[in-house]
T-cell receptor, first 111, second 112 residues
Framework: QKEVEQDPGPLSVPEGAIVSLNCTYS??????FMWYRQYSRKGPELLMY????GNKEDGRFTAQVDKSSKYISLFIRDSQPSDSATYLC???????????FGKGTKLSVIP | EPEVTQTPSHQVTQMGQEVILRCVPI?????FYWYRQILGQKVEFLVS????????KSEIFDDQFSVERPDGSNFTLKIRSTKLEDSAMYFC??????????FGPGTRLTVL
């Protein structure tokens, strides 16, 4: 049961580019959405947390949730080589703290 | 900045042996979780724990697994009789109100 889908990439962009990372999900009960960054053989690092539909901005990162189309996005402005990592999206339903993850998109930012 | 810590970073064990993976969640957090990630696959939920009891568990979390908060700081995952397919990265996470979950660095479990 593929509840959260992500294009695995790899995605390569030049330094300074705007990066768009996307996920689709199938579970209508999802209310909470998160983006994590994971470096190789490390733990997921929380980047963005959003509730229901809408946008949230934090520095160079913007998260968007469109519940009507079950589509979530992460935009990275002025990408840096240090942004090179795998980006994981995750969702959870109201009253449940069980995160369901996508497989991740591997991003490389080339200097 | 407070963070989740996990020990050991790498555990090698023989099939059939018991292992205990240890975690120290962020100090004022109340919700605790274990996830695992088999190499090249998704991060998968195992169990959530609140108020000294399991609140949710996945199908993966069968009778071979157990969790415990033996004192005010540690949170442990025990696998009673390890199988080859238990080889994975195991991540502990914690949250203050069940929302944003903060992950530890993981324990790499290798079952031979």
């Amino acid at each position: 049961q593929k509840e959260v889908e992500q294009d695995p990439g790899p995605l390569s962009v030049p330094e300074g580019a705007i990066v768009s990372l996307n996920c689709t999900y199938s579970n209508s009960a999802f209310q909470y959405f998160m983006w994590y960054r994971q470096y190789s053989r490390k733990g997921p690092e929380l980047l963005m947390y959003t509730y229901s539909s809408g946008n949230k901005e934090d520095g160079r990162f913007t998260a968007q949730v469109d519940k009507s189309s079950k589509y979530i996005s992460l935009f990275i402005r002025d990408s840096q080589p240090s942004d090179s990592a795998t980006y994981l999206c995750a969702g959870a339903g109201a009253g449940s703290y069980q995160l369901t993850f996508g497989k991740g998109t591997k991003l490389s930012v080339i200097p | 900045e407070p963070e989740v810590t996990q020990t050991p970073s790498h555990q090698v064990t023989q099939m059939g042996q018991e292992v205990i993976l240890r975690c120290v969640p962020i100090s004022n957090h109340l919700y605790f979780y274990w996830y695992r990630q088999i190499l090249g696959q998704k991060v998968e939920f195992l169990v959530s724990f609140y108020n000294n009891e399991i609140s949710e568990k996945s199908e993966i979390f069968d009778d071979q697994f157990s969790v415990e908060r033996p004192d005010g700081s540690n949170f442990t995952l025990k696998i009673r009789s390890t199988k080859l397919e238990d080889s994975a990265m195991y991540f502990c996470a914690s949250s203050s109100q069940g929302g944003e979950q903060f992950f530890g660095p993981g324990t790499r479990l290798t079952v031979l």
